[in-house]
């Protein structure tokens, strides 16, 4: 609350709300939409906006899961959220999140786009399939939510927007290379966003963080061969989600959460490239030993 008010002033400096806009949510509760709020880094988000009082609600594909993730942040910090099935993929997927909400008596007042997905292995030898999904989900997706949602988040001068990248999109990232490129996506298009919008009292951030404790590496990796698993200093979501909440309260651009993570952003903007691509191709190999088709041998 407080960081929120110490950064109000700057973020509502040229503010103009619509009345109409105002006038149409009048009544309803503002609430946070978390998508892939069912597990890992999406949960732990909803849960600490839940622990803040605000109204959440989860968005993911699986029924099951959600029901379950809801249980769990109502243990966690009393508020029972909102669970809406859908596939953000889907070009209706805004339409559903802001009906969804408006049947439970609230409005889209924030929206985090973390549901992702990811590949790994040399890019040959992937399904094209595979990585159309990555960027399906993680660009094109991200993006058409974001533009359906925020013309109404700026008539009515609050609210925002928080894109979940990751710390591999600041560099590129071989035999994870449509995932890094897309998280490079999230982190250019976020903060070019953010720049356009500023002023005008929503928030727009973009979150990068290192690796994460929750199933998503897997998806990858199979194997669990890849030398990032042993050698980076990995995070529980619970402290990304504080990272994200504080970082999104003071209106940051970009959060990187972590005092390693952060350092190693600030190596990545001056690393040279012919020196930054052989190291992450080192890390992110999938193989014991360096065989041409990053196969998983
Ligand atoms: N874990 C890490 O180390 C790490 C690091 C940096 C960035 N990130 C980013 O953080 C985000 C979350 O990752 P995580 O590690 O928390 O992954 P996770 O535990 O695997 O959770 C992924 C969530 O996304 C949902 N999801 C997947 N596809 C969806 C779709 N098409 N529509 C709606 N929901 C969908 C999943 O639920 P359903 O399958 O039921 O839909 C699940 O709730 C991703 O964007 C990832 O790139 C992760």
């Not at 409005?107 to 030898?125: P, Q, R, T």
Request: aromatic share 8%; proline share 5%.
């Amino acid at each position: 609350m407080l960081f929120h008010f110490l950064a109000d002033p700057w973020i509502n400096r040229s503010r103009h709300v619509d009345p109409a806009a105002l006038a149409s949510v009048d009544g309803l509760v503002p609430a946070v939409a978390v998508t892939g709020g069912s597990s890992g880094i999406g949960l732990a988000i909803a849960a600490r906006f839940a622990k803040a009082r605000q109204r959440v609600a989860l968005v993911a594909r699986n029924e099951e899961r959600l029901a379950a993730a809801a249980e769990a942040v109502r243990q966690r910090t009393g508020q029972l959220p909102i669970v809406i099935v859908c596939d953000v993929t889907d070009a209706s997927a805004a339409k559903a999140i802001e009906e969804r909400l408006r049947g439970e008596g609230c409005y889209l007042d924030i929206l985090v786009n973390n549901a992702g997905a990811g590949s790994g292995g040399a890019f040959v030898n992937r399904d094209g399939a595979e990585s159309q999904a990555v960027i399906d989900i993680n660009i094109a997706a991200l993006t058409r939510l974001t533009r359906l949602v925020l013309p109404d988040m700026l008539a009515r001068g609050r609210g925002g927007i928080i894109n979940v990248a990751s710390l591999g999109g600041l560099l590129p990232g071989p035999y994870q290379n449509v995932y890094y490129a897309s998280k490079a996506y999230v982190i250019s298009f976020t903060r070019a966003l953010a720049f356009e919008v500023s002023g005008q009292g929503v928030r727009v951030s973009c979150v990068a963080p290192g690796p994460v404790r929750t199933s998503f590496h897997d998806a990858m990796d199979s194997q669990r061969r890849a030398l990032y698993r042993y050698l980076l200093v990995w995070s529980s979501p619970e402290r990304v989600a504080a990272s994200v909440y504080r970082g999104y309260q003071l209106g940051h651009p970009l959060i990187v959460p972590g005092l390693i993570n952060w350092l190693l952003s600030k190596a990545a903007g001056v690393l040279p490239y012919f020196l930054a691509v052989p190291l992450m191709g080192m890390l992110l190999h999938p193989g014991t030993h360096h065989d041409r088709d990053g196969g998983t041998k």
